[in-house]
């Protein structure tokens, strides 16, 4: 899958890229509409990640012209702005969904995969079965069998999350914090001990393993 990423906030564009491509994604990254349009005209994406507020052209003008001139790209909006109006003429000019920031990467990395499995592009499931665990990525639900759910918080999912995409992997406590809060959290790493012990109690000790100086790996019995 190639993404484009359309953002004159370059520290959160080069984020955004190396987060993508660390989910297995290709990326491009531009920082100018008109840049923007020429490229997603001239390229071939799977997807398009647009901010409305950029330089040379706003991305309302870069999501319309690209809709009039045939382009049926899924197209991810990004604005600063909130309100009804702005979602609604993002909408209007041909967006496929619209997020406003500040945004939690795993909500953007869901999108992204909800616009693509829409388009097709993938035939990959949202539901991971590990052990007596179904995880349903696109519902954000955990059940244990085939009735009893699991209750989480939303932090709890994105964590649990993480290790259920890469299960048998390791994953580390800072990617972890990568993708699960913002780009700029400054707090104490140690918070994913905490959400990671809550998932212990939850759905039992031997699911998610320590592996010492190297992070967390999720093993399915």
Not at 14 to 25: D, I, V
């Amino acid at each position: 899958m190639r993404l484009l990423i359309v953002e004159d906030e370059k520290r959160l564009a080069l984020s955004l890229a190396k987060g993508l491509t660390a989910e297995g994604f290709a990326v491009d990254v531009v920082h100018d509409g008109r840049q923007g349009l020429h490229q997603a005209g001239e390229g071939s994406y799977d997807l398009v990640i647009l901010d409305i507020m950029l330089p040379g052209m706003n991305g309302y003008r870069v999501c319309a012209a690209l809709r009039a001139a045939g382009h049926d790209v899924p197209i991810l909006m990004l604005t600063a702005k909130d309100g009804e109006y702005d979602e609604a003429e993002g909408l209007d000019t041909g967006a496929d969904d619209y997020l406003t920031k500040p945004f939690s990467y795993v909500v953007l990395v869901a999108r992204v995969k909800a616009l693509l499995r829409r388009r097709g592009s993938t035939g990959a499931s949202p539901v991971h079965v590990i052990g007596e665990f179904r995880v349903d990525t696109a519902a954000r639900r955990v059940l244990r069998g085939e009735e009893e759910e699991i209750a989480l918080t939303a932090k709890e999912f994105s964590v649990l999350e993480q290790l259920v995409v890469r299960a048998g992997e390791v994953v580390s406590k800072a990617e972890i914090l990568e993708h699960v809060w913002d780009f700029a959290y400054e707090g104490d790493p140690n918070i994913v001990e905490v959400y990671i012990s809550t998932l212990r109690r939850k759905l039992g000790a031997s699911l998610i393993r320590t592996v010492r100086g190297a992070g967390y790996r999720l093993e399915a019995r």
